[in-house]
């Protein structure tokens, strides 16, 4: 399972009983883990119930990674065999299918406990996958493995000459090498055996996962805020933003200075993160008026209970999208533009199949996410990217206006 093959600046796979691999895959579950647990704590979502979730997902993506780590047509195994995730080959695709499956299943019985929608759960919790994702690939590059289209060659164990990757770090640029039987990779040029050097591509999966990463969890959010009106301006007698005057009061100074430039904007870049909250996400509809259309709602139900089934079904559906409409427009009466719920979760599968697809053309048919079958493999990357982006943009555009129900939890209270 290990190499005891040691690389320029004392890159080693293992270091006695200490093996990096394992090492990265736990550390990064478990960051991915205490960042989820986060995130539900600061939407203020019961963390209990994630607890429990641990105890099922894990195991379910260690048997969906082993499965299609090991799944390869040129090497054909027992079925069950398949699942000895304690043996080498791993597939990141794998664990986040099974593990999502499980999960989705998990919470979707779960959420009728909190009355919290499957969807925040969703984006508490998925994105992070990226950060386990980032840690996990540093695991391959101590392996010497998850590197692409060959970039240079050299006749010693040091490529600071080969154009391409000269501008890494030396300990990574020296260590872009294939082991085949325990030995770096090697080819004959003008009759020379010299040491093939490949692109990084682990390095790259590990910067675009991170850089995506935090393009959902801070950059998103802020974004839409950044488009909508703004409360301090719809509301501008309500929500009041403070003024160079209000500075040089609080400090008993007159001048504009440097100092008390900065601190009017730190000053009112809290005052707008208090006025979003007061203005959108601790906005409490009229509980009169949503009683009422729960009652308008229940009556239509109750009407289109004596039609036939297929009248009885389109009324029905028609009086909950109506409700829901209500109930969007209601919870947010000034039509503030906020990212909804399950946009990050959907836009996690859209980024990282996008990056997987382009980092897969550079990978030899051995380190593909479906192994030696590249057309079929590269079909499913694009569907799932299209498919995330897809349900991102409903999620954002259609499932918040017509599928809400009050006394939920979404992107706020209802």
Known sequence: MFNSYVGPWGISSDYGWFHVYAFTMFFGMVVAILFSWYRLYKQKVPTDGFIWSVVFIIPASLLGASFFGKDDPTRPIGFWEKFAFWQPGMSIHGGVLFGAIVGLIFFAIYK????????????????NILLGQVIGRWGNFFNHELLGAVVGYSDVLNASHISAISWLPAFIRDNCF???????????????EMIVFRAPIFLYESLANLGFWAILTFLLPNAFHWFSKKPWKVEAKKYQLLTMADIQKKTKTKSNSVSNYFTLIHQNHKLKQKYWNEAFYNYKADGFVVKEINQKYK????????????VRNDLITKAYFARSSKLYHLNNPKGYVVLRSGVQMWLYFFGWNFIRFCLELQRDDADLFLKHRRTLDYTILILIFFLGLVLAVLSQLVFARYFRKNGWTYEKEY
Do not use: H, R
């Open 112 to 127: 009728k406990k909190t009355n919290v929608s499957l969807w925040v759960y969703g984006d508490c919790i998925i994105p």
């Open 178 to 192: 294939q082991l085949l039987g325990g030995s770096p990779e090697t080819a004959f040029i003008d009759g020379k």
């Open 299 to 310: 009556a239509k139900k109750a009407k289109a209970m004596k039609e036939q089934f297929f």
